[in-house]
């Protein structure tokens, strides 16, 4: 499985971050895939974000779960993150993660800035 994030690389504080993960090598539908958004802020560890299921069930981590959706296009095979009200700190290198029993794949990661 590979992963390939896009989207723009700068944000303006308080409007919304929207990042894809293109997947090829396997369908983000396949049974017990679960595909994660994860981000890294400068001089800070992984953060865990939150990710969609095969079956299209939701998960997110609590304390951005007010700003953060991912949602899924099946037909093109892509999932989504959109982070709403962004601020400086929202600043990261943003991955996409596939997990499946035991398996982790990555993306090579994209850089998002937040300032005015």
């Known amino acids: 499985v590979q992963l390939q994030e896009s989207g723009p690389g700068l944000v303006k504080p308080s409007q919304t971050l929207s990042l894809t993960c293109t997947v090829s090598?396997?369908?983000?539908?396949?049974?017990?895939?679960?595909w994660s958004w994860i981000r890294q802020p400068p001089g800070k560890g992984l953060e865990w974000m939150g990710a969609?299921?095969?079956?299209?069930?939701?998960y997110y981590s609590s304390p951005l779960k007010s700003r953060t959706s991912i949602s899924r296009d099946t037909s093109k095979n892509q999932f989504t993150l959109q982070l709403s009200s962004v601020t400086p700190e929202d600043t990261a290198v943003y991955y996409c993660?596939?997990?499946?029993?035991?398996?982790?794949?990555w993306g090579r990661g994209t850089q998002v800035t937040v300032s005015s």
């Open positions: 090598g396997g369908s983000i539908t396949t049974n017990y895939y679960y």
């Open positions: 969609i299921a095969y079956s299209g069930r939701n």
């Open positions: 993660n596939a997990y499946q029993r035991g398996a982790n794949y």
